[in-house]
């Protein structure tokens, strides 16, 4: 049947591709009744500024499979993405970040706290994104000046897409954008300097090679004087070390996400954290 096909048709004869389709077909089963079996779950990790206090969270989807265990992000948001569900299972982690921040916004000792949600750019892109987006707020009632949308430079790789009118729609509610992993996409200073941002979040990969590579120090340097230049907030993520953070700190960058101040936990664990400190 392979040969009737004609020479450019891909048969999937060998049997370690065979394999690997027949895992990704069943992930992406899995997948599908993971939103129905309450497989999801909002991790977060703690931000923190100069005196180590808690500042926010970033809100961290995780899968609890039956067999596999906890299954990384940077495994199924891919297949979410190819797959479509995204929209959905994004709606999810912004419904429940939402709700818990107006939570937090209840409490006297947390009031204070941020929260920063990841924002997949097909889930951006869709067209129910606002409208999904406006139910959410109005539902949960939380407070949108606390609320980080997080979004990386691809979301701006569409030609002729409308995500700059988005962006200001949301930002009209109160909404701030956080561009995520900044310094690893291939957007244009003279364009990036143009969106409606109010943050920058220097990616894991300078962070952690400031002490390291002097190219990288770099690229660290000269993003903090940027966002202090278009008046932007800067946070570093992936902080690990003392050394790291004293490194940011007398190179002016205030705020710090990494394992050294806490790994993404549970809700429960964050709160612990957050009391015992
Ligand atoms: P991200 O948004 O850049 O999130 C930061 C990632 O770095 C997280 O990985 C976090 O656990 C990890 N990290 C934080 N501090 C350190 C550190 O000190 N050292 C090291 N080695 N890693 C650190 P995680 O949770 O595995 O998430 C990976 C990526 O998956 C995220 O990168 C984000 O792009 C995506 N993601 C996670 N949750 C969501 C979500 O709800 N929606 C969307 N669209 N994407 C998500
Ligand atoms: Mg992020
Ligand atoms: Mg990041
Ligand atoms: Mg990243």
Same mark, same amino acid.
């Given at each position: 049947q392979a040969k009737a096909k004609g020479r450019d048709t891909l048969c999937f004869f060998d049997p370690v591709m065979q394999a690997a389709l027949l895992a990704s077909i069943h992930l992406e089963r899995d997948l599908r009744q993971a939103l129905v079996l309450h497989q999801w779950q909002l991790y977060y990790q703690l931000q923190v500024d100069i005196n180590g206090n808690a500042i926010g969270a970033e809100a961290l989807l995780r899968w609890q499979h039956p067999e596999r265990g906890l299954v990384s992000p940077e495994e199924f948001i891919p297949l979410l993405e190819s797959t479509g569900l995204i929209s959905e299972v994004g709606a999810w982690v912004l419904e429940k970040a939402c709700y818990q921040l107006a939570l937090w916004a209840q409490n006297d000792q947390l009031c204070h706290l941020t929260m920063s949600v990841n924002i997949s750019p097909l889930q951006f892109h869709d067209i129910e994104f606002i409208p999904h987006v406006k139910a959410i707020f109005n539902r949960s009632k939380? %407070?949108?000046?606390r609320l980080k949308l997080e979004v990386t430079e691809?979301?701006?790789?569409? %030609?002729?897409?409308n995500a700059h009118d988005k962006m200001l729609s949301l930002k009209a509610l109160g909404v701030r954008f956080s561009l995520d992993?900044?310094?690893?996409?291939?957007?244009s200073l003279a364009y990036l300097a143009?969106? %409606?941002?109010?943050q920058l979040k220097i990616d894991q990969t300078f962070v952690q090679q400031v002490l390291t590579s002097s190219a990288n120090a770099a690229i660290v340097e000269s993003t903090i004087v940027l966002a202090e230049s278009l008046d932007l907030e800067i946070i570093a993520e992936g902080v690990e070390t003392r050394a790291q953070q004293a490194w940011l700190l007398a190179h002016g960058c205030c705020a710090y996400q990494g394992y050294l101040f806490?790994? %993404?936990?549970t809700l429960e664990e964050f709160e612990a954290q957050l009391a015992a400190a």
């Open positions: 939380a %407070p949108l000046e691809s979301l701006f790789l569409e %030609p002729d897409d992993d900044f310094g690893t996409g291939y957007s143009q969106l %409606p941002l109010d806490g790994r %993404p936990v």
